[in-house]
Antibody, heavy 123, light 107 residues
Framework: QVHLVESGGGVVQPGGSLRVSCAAS????????MHWVRQAPGKGLEWVAF????????CYADSVKGRFTISRDNSKNTLYLQMNSLRPEDTAVYYC????????????????WGQGTLVTVSS | SYELTQPPSVSVSPGQTARITCSGD??????AYWYQQKSGQAPVLVIY???KRPSGIPERFSGSSSGTMATLTISGAQVEDEADYYC??????????FGGGTKLTVL
């Protein structure tokens, strides 16, 4: 059974940094691309970033490009999102999610989601 | 930037058919996915690759896509289907995009 558990959320001041993690189990982690998706309070879903199964390719939403970095450690079955230069508008629940298709060069849809971790950017 | 457009709300009576649309210029070439999100919960995949239903999703959920529009159909909607529904696809650069979401009311 696929299990995704995010951690590392919290309160950070504007301009600060935070790294959130996602521990994966129940599937062959190094065979699937992974995504981060966020949801601001009371708002809709926003795709944030994707990383290929082997870490060789990443892509980002324009709203976070240059500030956020997605990475993975396949030896630890863990996905990361490093968030720098945080802004109040980055306040959201951050979900990690597994891509539907294995060994895909680029991202597609997601099939499994974690429960999310809340990041609050406020002074 | 690429956008997917959904109606903000759809309302049906129990047992009726609910249809939620999603329009986007790249949909003729890109798959659509549909997610159900109930209050306070993580999203759940209900349709993938336009029309495929994951195991465990009731048969009343179906999907289709034609031209620039994808449609999620719930045949015989139940009270428990009341939720927010989001379509998702990718743009020409393989970046992900969600629609704005549709609140389905069943009463």
């Amino acid at each position: 059974q696929v299990h995704l558990v995010e951690s590392g959320g919290g309160v950070v001041q504007p301009g600060g940094s935070l790294r959130v993690s996602c521990a994966a189990s129940g599937f062959t982690f190094n065979s699937y691309g992974m995504h981060w998706v966020r949801q601001a309070p009371g708002k809709g879903l926003e795709w944030v970033a994707f990383i290929r199964y082997d870490g060789s390719y990443t892509c980002y939403a324009d709203s976070v490009k240059g500030r956020f970095t997605i990475s993975r450690d396949n030896s630890k079955n863990t996905l990361y999102l490093q968030m720098n230069s945080l802004r109040p508008e980055d306040t959201a629940v951050y979900y990690c999610a597994k891509d539907v298709v294995g060994l895909a060069d680029t991202g597609g849809g997601v099939d499994y989601w974690g429960q999310g971790t809340l990041v609050t950017v406020s002074s | 930037s690429y956008e997917l457009t959904q109606p903000p709300s759809v309302s049906v009576s129990p047992g009726q058919t609910a249809r939620i649309t999603c329009s986007g210029d790249a949909l003729p070439k890109k798959y659509a996915y549909w997610y159900q999100q109930k209050s306070g919960q993580a999203p759940v995949l209900v349709i993938y690759e336009d029309s495929k239903r994951p195991s465990g999703i009731p048969e009343r959920f179906s999907g289709s896509s034609s031209g620039t529009m994808a449609t999620l159909t719930i045949s015989g909607a139940q009270v428990e289907d009341e939720a927010d529904y989001y379509c998702y696809s990718t743009d020409s650069s393989a970046n992900g995009v969600f629609g704005g979401g549709t609140k389905l009311t069943v009463l």
